[in-house]
T-cell receptor, first 113, second 115 residues
Framework: NAGVTQTPKFRVLKTGQSMTLLCAQD?????MYWYRQDPGMGLRLIHY???????AKGEVPDGYNVSRLKKQNFLLGLESAAPSQTSVYFC????????????FGQGTRLTVV | GNSVTQMEGPVTLSEEAFLTINCTYT??????LFWYVQYPGEGLQLLLK?????DKGSNKGFEATYRKETTSFHLEKGSVQVSDSAVYFC??????????????FGGGTRVLVKP
């Protein structure tokens, strides 16, 4: 089972460049999430989606945009990268019921110089 | 709002030692509680969970009990192994209509087990 797959795994950007991170899940989950992980701060929610065609802001949405055109894919975009966006990004997906676990991808390590 | 506080690491132990990682939370509503583990270079994996007060989650020798009166969900293992070296995250989710099961994470505790 593939589960949740993120591409790319590593990327270095120059300040001001743009890029898109792709997340794909094959578990038919309704909910998908993008988190960023920074040292000592745990994971913080950037954006999430409760179903195909829907997106919503999380805790730290500024500087990011997302799209969920297909149920299995959730894209995270950086329009103009900044050094503060240097982080490890994780995508996750889950079923609907309360208490359902989230399944995480392997992460994307992004460095903005 | 919701928040999770867990002890800062790193925690360094010898093999076969007892491990405790404290976790406390604040939440509106009735949260589900989780422990996730992150091994080096990997994503997060669910270790255990509890969905209501007094539930005990257990897996791979780890245990945690949902204590509503103390708003805590401490993780314990009686005898750690080198392979338990990882970062452990306490988390909660409170399902909100049309908002999904968003997780709120603690800062993570790095555990290093030495032979």
């Amino acid at each position: 089972n593939a589960g949740v797959t993120q591409t790319p795994k590593f990327r270095v950007l120059k300040t001001g460049q743009s890029m898109t991170l792709l997340c794909a899940q094959d578990m038919n989950h309704e909910y998908m999430y993008w988190y960023r992980q920074d040292p000592g701060m745990g994971l913080r929610l950037i954006h999430y989606s409760v179903g195909e065609g829907t997106t919503a802001k999380g805790e730290v949405p500024d500087g990011y945009n997302v799209s969920r055109l297909k149920k299995q894919n959730f894209l995270l975009g950086l329009e103009s990268a900044a050094p503060s966006q240097t982080s490890v990004y994780f995508c996750a997906s889950s079923y609907l019921p309360l208490g359902s676990e989230a399944f995480f991808g392997q992460g994307t390590r992004l460095t903005v110089v | 709002g919701n928040s999770v506080t867990q002890m800062e690491g790193p925690v360094t132990l010898s093999e076969e030692a007892f491990l405790t990682i404290n976790c406390t939370y604040t939440a509106t509503g009735y949260p589900s509680l989780f422990w996730y583990v992150q091994y080096p270079g990997e994503g997060l994996q669910l270790l255990l969970k509890a969905t209501k007060a007094d539930d005990k989650g257990s897996n791979k020798g780890f245990e945690a009990t949902y204590r509503k009166e103390t708003t805590s969900f401490h993780l314990e293992k009686g005898s750690v192994q080198v392979s338990d070296s990882a970062v452990y995250f306490c988390a909660l989710s409170v399902r909100i209509k049309a908002a999904g099961n968003k997780l709120t994470f603690g800062g993570g505790t790095r555990v290093l087990v030495k032979p």
